[in-house]
């Protein structure tokens, strides 16, 4: 009986604060069918954002009619700065930066202009794990990819 109670309990607490799922961000109607006019088309963000866009429902097309939304990605790039360094002047800590800029249109209407979207994260360093340490940057940036495109995609949502 306790059990039942404390789950209870615990579905009410949940329930008031405004939990809820991570789900899928359902798009406009005015996004409803979207170009996507990328400076890199072959990006870890372009492709994330596309899993993203499909994923809500939205249609991905080559080529907008004056009624149907583009999406431009004018910047997306990835910077590494030194953060850190050791008495032998070899790099410790690094910070992971991923920018990109969007901006969206319908026809002749622009519904976002392009906003700067920027994400970090610092990772550490070991020369003797050199091959171990390249894959987690690679890993990291992909993440920061996936972050960055449901942040815009939450952006579009709110249009």
Same mark, same amino acid.
């Given at each position: ?14 329930? *008031?604060? *405004? ?137 579009? *949502?709110?249009?």
């Amino acid at each position: 009986m306790r059990r039942v109670v404390a789950l209870l309990a615990c579905c009410v607490l949940v329930a *008031s604060c *405004s939990f809820r799922l991570q789900g899928r961000q359902v798009l406009p109607a005015s996004l409803a069918s979207i170009e996507l006019n990328a400076t890199d088309a072959h990006s870890d963000f372009t492709a994330a954002l596309k899993r993203s866009i499909t994923a809500s429902g939205a249609q991905l097309v080559d080529h907008a009619t004056t009624e149907q939304a583009v999406l431009r990605i004018t910047r997306d790039e990835v910077t590494e700065d030194v953060l850190s360094v050791d008495a032998r002047n070899i790099p410790t800590d690094f910070e992971l930066t991923y920018v990109v800029e969007v901006g969206v249109r319908v026809g002749t209407n622009e519904l976002m202009e392009a906003e700067k979207f920027t994400l970090s994260r610092i990772y550490s360093f070991d020369e003797t794990r050199l091959l171990a340490k390249e894959r987690e940057k690679d890993i990291l940036r992909e993440a920061l990819a996936r972050d960055m495109a449901s942040i815009v995609l939450r952006r579009l *949502s709110s249009l």
